[in-house]
């Protein structure tokens, strides 16, 4: 460590720390945790320890953030350390669509563990999860994604309006917040309830969304394309043959949506896949520079790529499932299907 973190670094560590301890199972995985970042080989102690070498004027204002930082940590890994001592758990009240509790089967919900899946693939990629409103201004929602004040989203068909605000029709909007949060480079997930107004089998008006942002210099569409072939392939545990078809969306440009090879028939033809052997799966494409600039990042020196999937989609096809509402029934015949 020659030189001083820089503290977009520090902070960024500082979600992921705050992520993981919220999801540390036990006492000594939350000892772990402690270590590693609150250690004394941790970015954080070593970054204490350099201040010595800043001028008074450098050390007082970057001081007071690492101290910050640090103590942040700190009271996490307390409140955490009081939750597991005390049996209750914060994770499990975080969602309220969680199964309840019968006994030996206890279980969680199969969104959860879907969601938990992908958390685990994107956090080993060094990825931070962001978070942010679900009851979201016009402009967060639009405006700064590059959506045009006529577009078909925006009306009272599609999109849930309360007073001025939305309900967030997608997690778009959380990282424009993160984007304004941390700046560039950025790895960041979002993932958790949107709302549109629609509703079928394959429809609900309260679905899960993940969508990823990588910002960096040099990002390329072949960058994106690797990533996505990873994420199918470990998210689905087997070789997954996917194409990639021109599209539009406003906020990335070029865009594409990406078809997999039908998971359940093998590319033959069902009724899933409406015999076509094909199943279109997710959006993506390299984020537009005005959206960039919206998250006051300069689109001259870095380039994003972003995609967005439903995770209820995902976990439908990971589980064989045909009938979205299932998900949303409780009923526990189903839900006690699903374990770790
Ligand atoms: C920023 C910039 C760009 C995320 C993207 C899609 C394409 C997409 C849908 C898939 C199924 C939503 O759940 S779904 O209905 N998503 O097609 N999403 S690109 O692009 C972003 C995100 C954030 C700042």
Not at 84 to 90: I, N, Q, R, V, W
Not at 198 to 216: G, R
Not at 275 to 293: A, D, F, K, R, Y
Not at 295 to 322: N, T, W
């Amino acid at each position: 460590l020659s030189d001083l973190v820089p503290l977009s670094t520090l902070k960024t560590l500082l979600v992921e720390a705050l992520s993981l301890i919220e999801r540390a199972k036990d006492l000594s995985s939350l000892e772990q945790l402690r270590v590693r970042f609150l250690g004394k080989k941790s970015l954080i102690s070593l970054s204490l320890k350099k201040l010595k070498e800043l001028s008074l004027e450098e050390r007082k204002s970057t001081g007071a953030e690492l101290h910050s930082i640090r103590s942040s940590v700190q009271d996490a890994l307390e409140e955490k350390k009081k939750a597991l001592k005390t049996g209750s758990s914060s994770l499990l009240l975080d969602w309220d669509y969680h199964c309840p509790v019968y006994g030996e089967e206890a279980t969680f919900h199969p969104l959860t563990l879907t969601m938990q899946r992908l958390e685990d693939i994107f956090f080993q990629w060094g990825c931070v999860m962001v978070d942010g409103p679900q009851i979201e201004s016009d402009y967060y929602n639009f405006t700064a994604l590059n959506i045009p004040e006529n577009h078909p989203s925006r009306t009272m068909h599609d999109t849930f309006y309360i007073q001025d605000r939305v309900l967030r029709t997608h997690t778009s909007s959380v990282q424009i917040h993160a984007m304004r949060e941390w700046g560039a480079p950025l790895r960041a997930i979002a993932m958790g309830p949107t709302y549109r107004c629609d509703s079928d089998a394959t429809h609900s008006p309260m679905f899960h969304q993940l969508e990823a942002l990588w910002v960096d210099k040099d990002l390329n569409f072949a960058n994106l394309k690797g990533v996505l072939q990873e994420l199918l392939e470990l998210f689905f545990e087997r070789k997954v043959n996917m194409r990639l078809r021109r599209s539009f969306f406003p906020f990335t440009e070029p865009s594409a949506e990406v078809d997999i090879a039908c998971v359940l028939c093998e590319g033959q033809g069902c009724r899933t896949c409406k015999q076509t052997g094909w199943l279109e799966i997710l959006g993506c494409g390299m984020v537009h520079p005005s959206v960039l600039e919206h998250g006051h990042i300069d689109p001259a020196c870095y380039q994003g790529f972003a995609f967005g999937v439903g995770v209820e989609r995902l976990a439908m096809l990971k589980y064989g499932l045909s009938d979205l509402r299932l998900f949303y029934e409780n009923d526990p015949r189903f839900l006690r299907q699903f374990f770790r």
